[in-house]
């Protein structure tokens, strides 16, 4: 018998998200964002999430650096933001550059205007295999429900029908 792990992995719906951070150059912050579907709650006492980035991601080295990012959950209206985060750090700059975001209160990472959002700072990792698990203390929360979520499903995203 032989594995297919993305075949069979296909077919679990995971939530589509937004990680932001940043990093220090000179007198201004330059932001960095990258959508992952690998988010989980870990802990409600005390409160931590987690979230797998692939080792040789630019933006691994920079929530290391920082050891601080924003998670904001994203719906339907997210696709083509997710689909342009899934690109190279120009690509995803320019993407940051078209959404409604706010440097959040408690890290100064990008909160985007989304359904719900933490903010978080590094209180674990865990390198695995070709990914580093991050687990994030959360110190902020919120965001408010408007359209369906956006899933990953099937090898791409789709809107989750309220049935």
Known sequence: MSLDLT???RTFATGICVVTTYEEEGDRRRHDAVAVRSFTSVSLDPPLVSLAVPRDSEVLATLLTTKVW???ILDVAG???????????ETRARALLTC??????RTGALVLDAPGWLEC???D????????VLIGEVLATGGRYRRP???FVNG????LSEA
């Open 149 to 151: 979520p956006l899933v």
């Open 121 to 123: 700072t590094l209180y």
């Open 70 to 72: 924003a998670v904001s």
């Open 156 to 159: 791409g995203p789709r809107a």
């Open 79 to 89: 696709i083509d933001m997710a689909e342009a985060l899934g690109g190279d750090r």
């Open 100 to 105: 409604t975001a706010t440097p959040g209160e």
């Open 125 to 132: 990792r865990h390198d695995t295999g070709d990914h580093t």
């Open 7 to 9: 075949a069979t992995m």
